[in-house]
């Protein structure tokens, strides 16, 4: 039967999803009445620890951070002959939510100690690409379950909920400790998992957040601590998901829902790398990009349906749909808001010897092309944009976000650190950033072939 190749039963059936311990939506500040946790909540000293307005991590320099002056962070850059103290609060805690955006540079790894006994590890490991028991983000023993963990130099957001354990008068210990919920950039990765108290570590039901460094930089910011609130834990009601898997290179057309609109013909495309895209077929332009699970089809499939599919891990959004490519005539002319006067047509797509799309269109009497690669290490995708005939005044658009930072080498950060743009062959064309209203556009002139990669 054609569905077996791609399709799971219930969602506990996804036992072969990555988990580990962060889409251009932005990232949130703590919830409301959560108490904010800088460094002056931590017993002093803090040595090793500093409080600054910025961190970098440079692509072509992944081990490395780099801080500006400033507030609202507060990060490690290990220092020769620097001693570097555990961080530990003042407070001591019981049942808590725990929310905070982190960044690291390649190879790094903390671990932050629940109730200064219960590990969560938090660890750069881009590399991995299915999930195991032994897997290092997250909790040792029990395997994530999906892979959104973004690449160095990206910010992430974790969200815990973290019930102590139970002791009756006489001490004894009547209920472990256990981990309801851990969400990754959005993405829920452990659900009721109960937790053993590391090596040496004494079992308390009030005790305080201890963060300890295991190698390399990390930053932190927009980190929060309250009580646990209580949720509902009632279950079912719903249908049975129809989960969409990407064992191998798969395609999947459906209505997809980003904010702010309905993308009517769109195509998802998810390989075995688990990272995945959607392409609008009314713009000839990648809409957004994900890691982790590929598709819940429930909407478009259960009962009649309404044609929706949902992404299951971790998107990046590139914003409302728009072209790719784009006729210029000045420095200052606005980019197309649509495909009015441009005479768009799409010419659907080409499958190579992997079932990989290329995407077709015309566009200003040019031919387009459009094909996406996944990057063998999983960070991302390589992008090449193939035009023939008519080409003067042509321009791609490699981003669009608040901010674009040029990195040197080829390589830009883009958005509040939430993806890089990494150019491999643009010919003899040079890029460049320029301003439009409230938005910074990086473009490139295109006469042939354009070659760059989307890491995130």
Known sequence: MIL????????GLLAGVLITASSTLPLQAQSSGANPIDLTAFRQPTSGWETVGDVTVS?????????????????????????????????????????FDYLLASGSEATIYLNDAYPIVLSESGQLLTPHAAQRDGITGYAPRQLV????GLWQRLRISFKAPEFGADGSKRAPARLLRAELNGVLIHEDVPLVAAQGKTEQAKAPLRIVVNNGPIAFRNAGIATLRQRDQQRGGGPDPILVNAPTNTILRSFMDIPGTRVVHAVSVGHPQRV??????DHGNVVQVWRGGFLDATPMWHDRGNGTSRVLGSPIIFGKP??????????????PTDTSGTGYKPKGYTLDREERPTFRYQLYGASVEDAWTPLAEGHGFSRTVTVTGSTDNLYLQLAAAPSI???????YLVGDKRWYVQLQDTGKEKPVIR???????????????IRYSIIF
Request: proline content about 5%.
């Open 4 to 11: 077996s190749k791609y399709f799971t039963g219930p969602a």
């Open 59 to 99: 692509w072509t320099n992944r081990t490395a951070m780099t801080t500006s002056s400033g507030s609202g962070i507060w990060a490690h850059v290990p220092k020769r002959k620097q001693k570097t103290d555990e961080l530990v609060t003042v407070s001591s805690y019981g049942d808590v939510e725990l929310e």
């Open 149 to 152: 963990s973004r690449a160095p």
């Open 276 to 281: 995945h895209y959607t392409y609008d077929l």
């Open 322 to 335: 728009r072209l790719a490519v784009a006729k210029l005539n000045g420095s200052d002319t606005p980019w």
């Open 405 to 411: 930072t040029d990195q040197g080498n080829g390589v």
């Open 435 to 449: 301003d439009q209203g409230e938005i910074k556009e990086l473009l490139v002139p295109i006469r042939s072939v």
